[in-house]
């Protein structure tokens, strides 16, 4: 079991930054990536960066590419998502996501933490 918390929304004006943390507890070491996703209010959730554990290689979904960055803290178990450039369609519940070795999906979620830009 993994458990993970989310932390650092709240409200933001257009064009600014947020970094949003992640961090991870329990079985950490099975860990085989970690992913950020958003959910806009009647919208889908919407995948937005993934790291692998292994090597640190990182993807974006293109509608962040650019303005967000995916990185950790191996000594505190957790992950960022530095978002910069922010915009009113940014307004979200952002969820972090961890992947286990031998998954090929995300099977633990942190609660999620709202991010609110204004414009």
């Known amino acids: 079991q993994v458990q993970l918390a989310e932390s650092g929304g709240g409200l933001v004006q257009a064009g600014g930054s947020q970094r949003l943390s992640c961090a991870a507890s329990?079985?950490?070491?099975?860990?085989?990536?970690m992913g950020w996703f958003r959910q806009a209010p009647g919208k889908a959730r919407e995948f937005l960066a993934a790291l692998v554990w292994s090597g640190g290689s990182t993807y974006y979904a293109d509608s962040v590419k650019g303005r967000f960055t995916i990185s950790r803290d191996n000594a505190k178990n957790t992950v960022y998502l530095q978002m910069d450039s922010l915009k009113p369609e940014d307004t979200a519940v952002y969820y972090c996501a961890c992947r286990t070795l031998g998954s090929h999906e995300y099977g633990y979620w942190g609660q999620g933490t709202q991010v609110t830009v204004s414009s």
């Open positions: 329990g079985r950490t070491s099975s860990t085989a990536g």
